[in-house]
């Protein structure tokens, strides 16, 4: 698997993607601007995610960055120009994060987040929906939009669902910026990595996830864990006992239990 970027992505400013050995990385390029999500960056971001989601050189995901800090939030200087726009403006603006945030959430591949630096407000957000965060203790995270009269409206579902109620209430209606440490104690980050090492724990996880587990397993109970915190008691245990069933019979299944049974060691990719 080689380097070259797609045909697709080669006009992009703000981001780059590149795909190797089964993992594909897509790299916030805009450090000047501490990487602050404007609209043209979350488009940017949305067409890369969807090129990785079905890139056949790609089966697992790493969000990462240039510079100083992971991620800023939004960029205030747009943010501050779309005051002067209406609110019908203002929704399309907002869906289109919105939408960046549920792709992500939703996506077919396991996503981890290589968070280097701060992150914070939006930046913050994207480390949220990440399906595994891995930071360096030096990183500050935090939800700061209560700070300036702005909303954490979107990122409010996920972390929800993420940390429950209470630290989603601590972390939003405080908006205080709290260390990596208290971070991955909440549940926002799941390991903490010196600086140092901290691009190669990432590589090592992302291949093992690679190596060892079947792609189809994991997408498939990505959408499970998905769906289920919607459902009914009663209809979230029918689901997962038709996913169950219908799970049995795919050839990753077969693959898997014929190696196991045998004692053979099993490398998926």
Same mark, same amino acid.
């Given at each position: ?57 790609? *089966? &697992? ?5 240039? #510079?100083? +800090?992971?991620?800023? %939030?939004?960029? !205030? @200087? ?30 077919? *591949? &396991? ?5 280097? #630096?701060? +992150?914070?407000?939006? %930046?913050?957000? !994207? @480390? ?142």
């Amino acid at each position: 698997m080689d380097n070259m970027p797609t045909q697709e992505l080669e006009a992009l400013r703000y981001i780059r993607y590149e795909a190797h050995e089964a993992i594909g990385y897509i790299t916030l390029n805009r450090p000047d601007k501490r990487n602050a999500l404007s609209f043209d960056m979350v488009s940017e971001l949305k067409q890369a995610f969807e090129f990785a989601e079905d890139d056949e050189a790609c *089966k &697992v995901i790493v969000l990462r960055a240039e #510079g100083a +800090a992971f991620c800023a %939030g939004a960029d !205030l @200087a747009y943010i501050q120009e779309l005051q002067g726009f209406g609110y019908t403006d203002n929704l399309a603006d907002s869906t289109h994060l919105m939408q960046l945030f549920h792709q992500i959430y939703t996506l077919k *591949k &396991v996503v981890i987040g290589q968070v280097q #630096g701060h +992150a914070l407000a939006g %930046g913050c957000g !994207l @480390a949220t929906v990440c399906d595994f965060a891995f930071a360096v203790p030096e990183a500050k995270f935090g939800y700061t939009e209560v700070k300036i009269g702005f909303l954490p409206a979107i990122v409010s579902v996920f972390l929800l669902r993420k940390i429950g109620e209470a630290r989603t209430k601590q972390l939003l209606l405080t908006g205080e910026i709290i260390s990596a440490q208290a971070a991955a104690d909440f549940g926002l980050v799941n390991f903490l990595v010196p600086k140092e090492e901290l691009a190669a724990k990432v590589y090592e996880f992302a291949r093992r996830l690679c190596v060892e587990n079947s792609g189809q397993s994991m997408e498939l109970t990505k959408e499970m864990l998905a769906r289920i915190p919607e459902m009914p008691l009663e209809d979230s245990l029918r689901y997962a006992a038709q996913m169950n069933a219908a799970a049995r019979g795919s050839a990753d299944c077969r693959r898997g239990i014929a190696a196991f049974l045998n004692k053979e060691k099993i490398v998926w990719n």
